[in-house]
């Protein structure tokens, strides 16, 4: 009989590094099984039960502390196994507080947090150590062991913070337990990475041979308990019935003078009345500027969250829509998995498909925390999504336009829309602006005491270890009394009026203009959260923003480079988000990640940002054309399990939420959730929905959706919903994140012909 697999079992203390880890571990010991459990899924029991299954055992970083119970979990008992079935284990952050704590080390605040740093750490060159030479090690704690007083830990590695000496590895001198307390998964890690990972790989092996350990063969039992190893694709539930592939219709015209603003109004956009969805780049990197062409029975999909249903809407008829065993997202991947498309031009990123929004809270049912949104008439739907099968793609750098249909023996609307768009001249613009000296603005900021109070407490909670970032945000309002806005039918559509000055005042690389009743979304989003191209062979990219100045006198490119790249606070920021990143990557796509671009200084019309690239590639076959996964549900399951977006909670993403809940007010609603498409050909992009406003109107819509509020005849108060904030780490300073987030204000501010007021 051939020898057992080897197989590691990774346990996972609710970081959100965790699956940087495994593609560490899969990197040293390649023919390696890893499954992976969270500390708190199995019982200790269970897991002695079965260490005969595994070479070896890691055990994770995570947030808190290891002397509160709830946060290590089954861990601590297994540095006190029986050594009848005792095995290898090596500790990573908590894992090595953890093994200190439980053979007599204090664990301790350390004198300066270090969360996203780099430090020089000094070995002795032996056991985990041996061959490696300089370390330079990313660290993610504010605790540490002090060693003092224990005679069963030997320290192997430390660095210095001013004076004082921190242990930064060491090992059991009876056991064979190894640990280090920086992060060797990170990306910024060198030198103590993959080298300790393979000594380590070493080290358990050797021991295992040594104590005539074999591993038992795997079996149904444990295959029940420990489940499937990673990496393992997890696509969502589609349906068996695939109907032959829809063909895309597509003509094209080269009108390079035709703007984006004209084609809008050409095709109605200014009837408040009617849904319109538009995605524009109006800025680079950004090129493609999508318009959906609406139809009477556009099929729209709205959901909120905790509902057992969802509302489908297709001209007068809404039904309810019972999810029963299945979530939001396997719904939604099963009705596109029926609708898959072909035979459109290759390089057009959409075709047709999903256009709309969906929310932050959307992202932390995601999660699994309970939610804690009450139950309200006139919430914005979580979920808002209305199906294109009819579009106009603007390509901004060839001037082409392609009109595109997927609806079969539409051949006439497209000859009668492209005959329009080659005769038409250069549409002339309405005003770029409402202008009425009747209407009265009333701004609601969020009060600066109370923000600043919360900046106190979020740091105090990244110096006891529960998170290493916290992005904390607060809403601000616009109450409007606007005589526009009361007859909408006559002076045309006011929402569009302020697109069209948020996209001048701030033109972006990833803009919507979205009319989805009973929400009015208009976004200028820097940030792009997640695209995937089209499988087979799909790419997997994210660009996340941490870092922001405003633009100046003074402030050149060379004076943005030294002031976010040479600034330790600004990289930490942008260091933590790439780690989690790359993390929700490798859990879903498996080992092919790889960080494109680190904090690169990119140029808008009235900020510099850091951004980062990260990609990721489909395992071979994850995505075949043969498959139901080749409708892009892999990208939608990726989407799913990467909300919500890392720069706009912090990390680790699921303990910082929820401390997050406790410093903010209420629910965030559209406001840092995501906006974009899902092709019928399996492509998407979604984007971070900052630098926006949103608003609810009740008077539109399906007329059996829970969240209608019929509006009174006539009114003209309109309240809009903008959300700004910023990351908060330990090196922050409370005066200057104020000042951040009335930055990211400021721009959206000035469409509704208002600013910050003076001394705020």
């Not at 005003?431 to 105090?460: G, M, W």
């Not at 069209?500 to 208009?522: C, D, Q, V, W």
Request: hydrophobic share 35%.
């Amino acid at each position: 009989m051939s020898p057992a697999p080897e197989r590691i079992l990774l346990v996972d203390s609710y970081d959100s590094f965790t699956f940087n880890l495994a593609a560490l571990c899969r990197r040293a010991a390649p023919d390696c099984r890893i499954h992976i459990i969270k500390n708190g899924q199995l019982t200790l029991p269970d897991v002695l039960s079965y260490t005969e299954y595994f070479s070896a055992i890691i055990i994770g970083p995570g947030p808190g502390s290891p002397d509160i119970p709830e946060d290590v979990g089954i861990v601590k008992h297994l540095w006190t196994m029986d050594k009848s079935r005792m095995l290898p284990i090596f500790g990573v952050c908590l894992g090595l507080q953890s093994l200190a704590s439980e053979y007599g080390a204090r664990v301790k605040r350390l004198p300066i947090v270090k969360h996203g740093q780099v430090s020089v750490v000094e070995h002795t060159g032996t056991d985990i150590f041996k061959g490696v030479g300089a370390v330079n090690a990313v660290r993610y704690h504010s605790l540490h062991a002090e060693l003092s007083g224990s005679k069963d830990l030997e320290e192997l590695a430390w660095t210095f913070d001013d004076d004082v000496r921190v242990t930064m590895g060491l090992k059991h001198n009876k056991r064979p337990f190894w640990a280090v307390q920086y992060h060797p998964e990170s990306i910024l890690t060198c030198g103590g990475g993959i080298e300790v990972m393979l000594n380590f790989w070493s080290l358990a092996r050797s021991w295992n041979a040594a104590h005539n350990r074999y591993l038992r063969h795997w079996d149904s039992k444990a295959s029940s308990i420990f489940g499937s190893p990673w990496p393992n694709p997890r696509i969502p539930f589609t349906s068996g019935h695939y109907p032959a592939s829809r063909t895309v219709l597509t003509s094209t015209i080269h009108r390079p003078d035709l703007t984006v603003v004209a084609l809008c109004e050409l095709l109605g956009i200014a009837d408040d009345y009617s849904p319109f969805v538009m995605l524009e780049s109006a800025a680079q990197p950004g090129r493609y500027t999508i318009i959906g062409c609406l139809h009477s029975k556009s099929p729209r999909i709205t959901y909120s969250i905790g509902e057992y249903a969802l509302h489908f809407q297709q001209g007068d008829a809404c039904s309810r829509i019972a999810l029963g065993p299945d979530d939001i997202w396997s719904w939604t991947a099963c009705f596109m998995s029926q609708r898959k498309a072909s035979g459109g031009l290759s390089n057009i990123p959409f075709w047709g498909g999903l256009v709309g929004y969906l929310s932050y809270e959307l992202g932390v049912e995601s999660l699994s925390l309970p939610s804690t949104v009450p139950i309200m008439n006139d919430r914005h739907p979580d979920m808002n999504l209305v199906f294109v099968e009819r579009s106009i793609v603007l390509d901004s750098m060839t001037g082409t336009v392609y009109i595109q249909s997927i609806i079969e023996g539409d051949s006439k609307w497209l000859a009668d829309t492209t005959k329009l768009l080659r005769s038409v001249a250069q549409i002339p613009s309405t005003n770029i602006a409402p202008s009425s000296t009747e209407v009265q603005t009333t701004i609601i900021l969020p009060d600066s005491e109370i923000y600043k109070s919360r900046i106190y407490c979020a740091k105090e909670h990244l110096f006891a270890g529960e998170s290493y970032e916290l992005c904390l945000t607060a809403p601000t309002r616009v109450v409007l009394n606007d005589p526009l806005s009361q007859n909408a039918s006559q002076t045309g559509s006011p929402s569009w009026q302020r697109y069209k000055l948020l996209r001048e005042l701030n033109p972006a690389p990833y803009g919507a203009y979205l009319r989805l009743h009973p929400t009015t979304l208009l976004a200028s989003s820097p940030e792009r959260f997640l695209s995937f191209t089209r499988p087979p062979g799909s790419t997997f990219q994210l660009r996340p923003i941490k870092g922001t100045i405003r633009k100046r006198p003074g402030v050149t490119r060379a004076v943005a480079e030294r002031e976010l790249r040479g600034s330790p606070k600004e990289v930490a920021e942008n260091l933590m988000i790439v780690d989690l990143i790359r993390h929700d990557l490798h859990q879903v796509i498996g080992e092919d990640v790889d960080v494109k671009k680190f904090c690169i200084v990119e140029e808008y019309r009235t900020v510099w940002q850091l951004v980062s690239v990260i990609e990721g590639k489909a395992a071979k076959g994850a995505d075949a054309p043969d498959s139901e996964r080749a409708n892009g549900a892999l990208g939608w399951e990726l989407l799913k399990r990467s909300l919500p977006p890392g720069s706009m909670t912090g990390a680790p993403k699921k303990r910082s939420v929820e401390i997050l809940r406790t410093l903010e007010d209420g629910e965030r609603n559209v406001y840092s959730g995501v906006f974009g498409y899902w092709c019928v050909g399996g492509g998407g992009d979604w984007s971070v929905t900052i630098r926006s406003c949103f608003k609810y109107d009740g008077r539109y819509g399906c007329e059996h959706m829970s969240h209608e509020v019929p509006m009174p005849s006539g009114a003209h108060v309109e309240e809009w919903v903008m959300g700004a904030g910023g990351a908060i780490t330990a090196l922050s300073d409370v005066e200057s994140e104020w000042e951040e987030m009335l930055i990211k204000l400021r721009s959206v501010l000035r469409v509704f012909g208002t600013s910050v007021p003076c001394g705020k």
